[in-house]
Each structure stands twice: as structure tokens, then as C-alpha cells.
Nanobody, 122 residues
């Protein structure tokens, strides 16, 4: 059974930090590109950060560059999002995403976590 379980969300003051974790099980984690998305109330879900399967390449939305860092530990089947200098506009539900595309079979495998709330407010 595939599971992505996020943790680490909460309430933080502007300028503060949080570290999100996403523990994966039920699939071969090291084969998957991992990403963090977020969805603020009344807005569409947006891609925040992504990391390749071996962790060699990362990418960020312009709105979080220089403040957020995505990383992964394939031995622990876990992906992280370190969030620093948080702003009120970072308030959202943050979702973990796993994606693999098997070119030989043209099949796409994608999984989502249940989300964790991050609220940035004084």
C-alpha cells in the first residue's frame, strides 16, 4: 500500500522557520522524482520545489528561491522541505508528491500525501 505521510506543519511567526518531512512507503522511493506543492485557500495548487530521484538536481518556484530547500534521504525514504524566512503568503496546505514515468511502457505513476497545514501569522 502506497503512503506519503507529511509532518512538520504548524503555526509560525513571519521570519520563522519550519521543516516539513514526507515519509514514503509502498513503492521504490529512490526511483521517483519528489516534489512539494502547496495550495492556499481559494487558490490553485502550485509547485513549490522538486528534486530528482538521486537528489542531484533541485528546482524551486521563484516565490521561494533562496528561502526554501528541498532534500531527500533515499535510505530513509523521506523527502524534506526546509522553509526559512517565512512570510504570511507562504500560508497554505503543503503536499508531498511522488512521480515516475516509465518510458518503456509509457506509464505514469504518481502519488500524493494528505497535506500538512502551514500558517504564517503574528
Amino acid at each position: 500500500q502506497v503512503q506519503l505521510v507529511e509532518s512538520g506543519g504548524g503555526l509560525v511567526q513571519p521570519g520563522g522557520s519550519l521543516r516539513l518531512s514526507c515519509a514514503a512507503s509502498g513503492f521504490t522511493f529512490s526511483n521517483y522524482v519528489m516534489a512539494w506543492y502547496r495550495q492556499a485557500l481559494g487558490k490553485e495548487r502550485e509547485l513549490v520545489a522538486g528534486i530528482t530521484s538521486a537528489g542531484g538536481t533541485t528546482s524551486y518556484a521563484d516565490s521561494v528561491k533562496g528561502r526554501f530547500t528541498i532534500s531527500r534521504d533515499n535510505a530513509k525514504n523521506t523527502v524534506y522541505l526546509q522553509m526559512n524566512s517565512l512570510k504570511p503568503e507562504d500560508t497554505a496546505v503543503y503536499y508531498c508528491n511522488a512521480l515516475d514515468v516509465v518510458v518503456a511502457t509509457m506509464r505514469r505513476y504518481e502519488y500524493w500525501g494528505q497535506g500538512t497545514q502551514v500558517t504564517v501569522s503574528s
